[in-house]
């Protein structure tokens, strides 16, 4: 089997001793245009994988913050094609920064499990994030993603058992996604100690490594869960950020967020 594109930044950022940095943009918040802009603004601001949230009415994750960008998405009429049209569009203008999607199974099966993996793969997609899909039914997305050579990430969080991490690590491909809390996603003042708990927990069942996410919104969060996760997760806070800056500020500010995340002091 061939190294993907994650494993690869995976082993880079295991060499040079760095913390991955992993921003989550919600496709097509406050626009496409902006996404569009996000992107290579991130790349250049250090962001070594980027994961792209596929805007749903009935999310099972996401706290107040995603649920916002969200529905602000919907109402541009962002679809799942949608999304796999910005990743082909970023492929085409340079990007080869690996891309995860994020979003729920319902999506993928309206368009086709089989359908939407061949696309995703076309579009230049490095990955799936499906919340809502547990182990045990996983079995054809794992299957078609396995076909075009895509990672199936799954998550894993501090009420999950040993059992079904170990399940869900064996057939687990590129990293594991742990969730530092139980609850949804959104800022939070400190890391819960229950994600250092989780983290050394899956990592007796896997070698893969292990990317923290759900309430990470500072650099010193960056820098404390560096000792024990692979890379760190950020959504909430760029999006809270994306939101609330001045339009023509809205790519700078998020540029300059993931430099300090990436770089913290």
């Not at 916002?68 to 949608?82: D, G, P, R, W």
């Not at 082909?88 to 999607?101: E, F, M, N, Q, Y």
């Amino acid at each position: 089997m061939s190294i993907s594109s994650i494993a690869n930044v995976f082993r880079r950022l295991h060499a040079s001793k760095q913390v991955g940095v992993i921003p989550f943009i919600t496709v097509g918040f406050p626009d496409i245009e902006t996404t569009l802009e996000l992107i290579p603004a991130a790349v250049n601001a250090g962001a070594d994988i980027i994961e792209l949230g596929i805007p749903f009415s009935d999310p099972l994750a996401d706290g107040t913050t995603i649920q916002k960008a969200s529905f602000k998405a919907l109402l541009n009429h962002v679809t799942l094609k949608t999304c796999l049209e910005v990743c082909a569009k970023s492929r085409s203008s340079g990007i080869d920064t690996p891309i995860v999607l994020m979003g729920y199974y319902n999506q993928f099966l309206a368009y086709g499990v089989k359908e939407v993996c061949r696309d995703a793969a076309l579009s230049g997609v490095n990955g799936f994030i499906v919340p809502d899909l547990p182990t045990e039914e996983s079995k054809l997305l794992l299957g078609e993603c396995e076909a075009e050579g895509l990672d199936l990430i799954p998550l894993l969080a501090p009420t999950s058992s040993d059992d079904r991490i170990q399940r869900a690590c064996a057939q687990a491909r590129g990293f594991i996604y742990c969730v530092s809390v139980t609850g949804v996603t959104g800022r939070r003042s400190e890391i819960s100690n229950q994600a250092e708990q989780l983290v050394a927990k899956v990592r007796n069942y896997t070698d893969l490594p292990i990317a923290l996410g759900f309430g990470i919104s500072k650099p010193e969060h960056v820098k404390s869960i560096g000792r024990f996760s692979d890379a760190a997760i950020v959504g909430s806070a760029l999006m809270d950020l994306l939101d609330t800056a001045p339009k023509n500020e809205k790519v700078n500010k998020i540029a300059t967020f993931i430099r300090n995340l990436k770089n913290p002091i």
